[in-house]
């Protein structure tokens, strides 16, 4: 017994390892000529993507920030709630992954933020939300629309704390680029609520905003001094800067605007992403 124990130890030692890999899913280098910095792209297929080829059928895309996290928590979330009676529509999935060699704090820090508040520092670098835009839209759109069956008249933009915020300056900057935007617990805060001062500016020069926007956000992403529970924000109160930005966009009444939002119980800042992506994707793909 004992030689038999050992040979089995020895065999399963030697057995080859191999890495957990998402089924139907793949990986894209894209070399960005803008940003002078090379990324990749996650991508997932749906499961009737190589059985409609024939077809030639198309599927609309949900372009995902923070991919790294996001993009298999949305898999996971899709196949559940799909396997389990509710349908949602097909889409193809498009993770945007932090810069190569990049830590994703710093990559996410450079490229989700609108202005720069760290005054050029070469090592905490922000501010280039606006050249991380012009990446998406001429070389990440570009790339999926040659490379997959790509419906691209059908946009959708989702994104979570900065991602948010990057999505928030996409809204008011080219609003059109998607055609929902589904934005969790949006930065609101960041560089004295500067994303005010763009909501401004837009309305001042714009008589309408294409586009459907859906925003949420966890309870406990409030601030509330005379509570103890330590899941509350200490600074920065995001719900009231969600409602007061909803607001200030519904006075607009700008025609081919839709927005609504959603707060989130018993969720804070950390835990809140799983809720409000599922309700997102109801909202852009459960049956109508």
């Given at each position: 017994m004992i030689v038999l124990a050992l040979a089995c130890s020895v065999a399963q030692a030697a057995a080859p390892v191999r890495p957990y890999a998402l089924e139907g899913?793949?990986?894209?280098?894209?070399?960005?000529?803008?940003?002078?910095?090379?990324?990749?792209?996650?991508?997932?297929?749906?499961?009737?993507?190589?059985?409609?080829?024939?077809?030639?059928?198309?599927?609309?895309?949900?372009?995902?920030?923070?991919?790294?996290?996001?993009?298999?928590?949305?898999?996971?979330?899709?196949?559940?709630?799909?396997?389990?009676?509710?349908?949602?529509?097909?889409?193809?999935?498009?993770?945007?992954?932090?810069?190569?060699?990049?830590?994703?704090?710093?990559?996410?820090n450079r490229d989700y933020t609108p202005t720069d508040t760290t005054k050029n520092k070469v090592n905490q670098p922000t501010g280039q939300a606006e050249q991380y835009r012009q990446f998406i839209e001429k070389e990440v759109f570009p790339f999926v629309a040659a490379n997959y069956r790509a419906d691209m008249s059908r946009k959708i933009f989702s994104g979570h704390s900065y991602g948010s915020l990057l999505g928030l300056h996409v809204l008011l900057t080219e609003p059109q680029m998607f055609n929902q935007y589904v934005l969790g617990s949006p930065s609101l805060w960041y560089d004295k609520g500067v994303m005010f001062d763009m909501e401004r500016s837009y309305a001042a020069s714009h008589k309408d905003m294409p586009a459907q926007v859906f925003m949420l956000v966890g309870a406990f992403e409030a601030v509330n001094p005379n509570d103890p529970n330590p899941r509350y924000n200490k600074e920065f109160d995001m719900v009231k800067d969600m409602h007061t930005f909803e607001a200030r966009l519904k006075s607009r009444h700008y025609p081919n605007l839709s927005i609504h939002s959603e707060v989130i119980q018993d969720e804070d800042h950390l835990t809140v992403f799983p809720s409000l992506i599922t309700r997102g994707l109801f909202w852009s793909f459960a049956s109508k």
């Open positions: 899913t793949e990986v894209q280098s894209i070399p960005s000529k803008i940003l002078h910095r090379d990324y990749e792209i996650f991508v997932s297929l749906p499961a009737s993507y190589a059985t409609s080829a024939a077809s030639k059928k198309h599927y609309p895309v949900l372009f995902i920030t923070d991919a790294n996290y996001a993009f298999p928590l949305i898999r996971s979330i899709d196949r559940r709630v799909s396997d389990h009676g509710t349908k949602l529509e097909e889409y193809i999935l498009v993770g945007l992954s932090y810069a190569k060699g990049d830590d994703p704090v710093k990559s996410r």
